[in-house]
């Protein structure tokens, strides 16, 4: 396996070649760590080097460790799935009663999301509650503000992506272990594998190796802005940890010692709404599931602070990357898809290709902006499909934020009846697969994150 070359001169080229000062990269492969690596800075104005060891805010891939918070008190007998959050927070309001603990942490309470601001104000917008990056919260202010989230779903109908239900899963975390999840965390799974950095974020306390977040501004590379102490450890990603750490995350994925192997599964399975249907991207207890090439992709992406990460695992190739990066707009999504493609060519990623029918993409587009729309046309979609979509998936689609105006729609795949494009969003691509039947309907679409 000679791959570790090749890694060093497309790593190295990507902090070269754009304003991410610097990523610290893990691989695990087949059980062994086979990459472990820092390039670029960690520090722009100290010139201080990544290494393994330096230590990265978790942004969102907080989230799959607050599940793990979770299931560790599930495995004790603390806590069941489907307990109703009102019993472990009773001082929420009534409409909260038919939330469960399974719909928070599979994003399907029916939360909205809260909209960063720098000071007091009041309203929102598509269900966001204004939260005020400059002020210190408590415990009872978070709450205070989960209230006044109004419901985008009821629970358990649909999915949003929401910081919301897991800010919520951490203090739920907090009052059965009688600790903050972080803690319980440190003395049940940190301490154990050898997660020697792992800890809660902290604006005050000295972390050696710690870097330094990033933003770009008018084009020109910035420090972060600043958010209050409590606002960087709460439940929906307030986590500091190295590569180093991240590997041996990695390794107990696969071949667990604290957490049971069914645990783990259950962490990872796509959750069912009502209907019956998972949601439109999989999304599980703290992960999101896709597929690459025909491969199961487990992932999740983070970011705050200054900081972008990325997790992924691709079981069936017994393969799982980590990228960390120092600015908020590393690509590291698209970096880790193309590491994973370096160390197994099964899984390369997909890249545009020249378009020959640049009609069809055209009209692809338009049907992709109706969709976000909210008024997908009935008569474009096959019976399946149409019964598929409508029954909640178009409206999760248009809920997520996909904007299409204004971007090009790349095409990177093309077969018999089928396309694949990608969308670039925001430091992400959106990859979108469609293909038709004789008719000229579609009959099979599917969406996912890279």
């Known amino acids: 396996m000679n791959f570790t070359e090749q890694l060093d001169r497309y790593l190295q080229s990507e902090v070269e070649n754009s304003q991410v000062p610097g990523l610290g990269v893990a691989i695990v492969h087949d059980g062994e760590i086979v990459h472990l690596k820092g390039y670029g800075l960690a520090n722009v104005e100290n010139l201080t080097p990544v290494t393994p060891d330096t230590v990265f805010h978790s942004g969102s891939t907080g989230k799959m460790f607050t599940s793990a918070s979770v299931m560790f008190l599930l495995q004790d007998g603390r806590i069941k799935l489907d307990d109703p959050l009102s019993r472990y927070i009773p001082e929420g309001p009534e409409n909260w009663a038919g939330i469960t603990i399974r719909n928070l942490l599979s994003m399907m309470a029916g939360f909205g999301n809260f909209d960063i601001v720098f000071a007091a104000t009041e309203g929102g917008e598509g269900g966001a509650v204004p939260l005020n990056l400059w002020q210190d919260h408590s415990d009872e202010q978070l709450i205070d503000l989960a209230r006044r989230s109004p419901f985008m779903y009821q629970p358990g109908q649909g999915y949003q992506y929401s910081n919301t239900g897991y800010i ?85 994925l696969d071949n667990p010692t604290v957490l049971r192997p069914e645990t783990i599964a259950l962490m990872s399975e796509p959750v069912l709404m009502q209907n019956g249907q998972p949601s439109f991207n999989n999304y599980a207890l703290g992960w999101q599931n896709s597929t690459i090439r025909g491969h199961r992709k487990i992932r999740h992406g983070g970011t705050w602070d200054g900081f972008r990460a990325e997790i992924a695992r691709f079981p069936a190739r017994k393969l799982s990357v980590c990228v960390l990066g120092n600015t908020d707009e590393a690509q590291v999504a698209r970096i880790g898809q193309k590491i994973a493609g370096i160390v197994d060519p099964a899984l390369a990623p997909y890249e545009p290709i020249a378009d020959g029918n640049e009609a069809l993409t055209k009209r692809d587009l338009e049907l992709l902006q109706a969709i976000v729309d909210r008024r997908a046309p009935r008569e474009s979609f096959a019976d399946e499909a149409w019964r598929l979509w409508s029954n909640g998936w178009f409206e999760q689609i248009a809920a997520s934020g996909v904007a299409v105006e204004g971007v090009p729609l790349e095409l990177t795949q093309e077969d018999d009846g089928g396309r694949r494009y990608r969308l670039e969003m925001g430091g992400y691509h959106l990859h979108w697969a469609i293909r038709r039947d004789a008719e000229g309907r579609v009959s099979e679409m599917r969406f996912h994150m890279e």
């Open 168 to 252: 919520l899963a951490g203090l739920v975390v907090a009052r059965v272990s009688g600790k903050p999840y972080y803690e319980l965390l440190r003395e049940r799974l940190f301490e154990p594998i050898g997660m020697a950095t792992a800890r809660e974020a902290s604006w005050f306390d000295i972390v050696p190796n710690r870097a330094a977040g990033h933003c770009i501004r008018d084009g020109k590379l910035e420090n972060r802005y600043w958010a209050a102490p409590t606002l960087q450890r709460t439940g929906d990603g307030g986590l500091y940890f190295s590569p180093r750490d991240i590997a041996h995350w990695l390794l107990e």
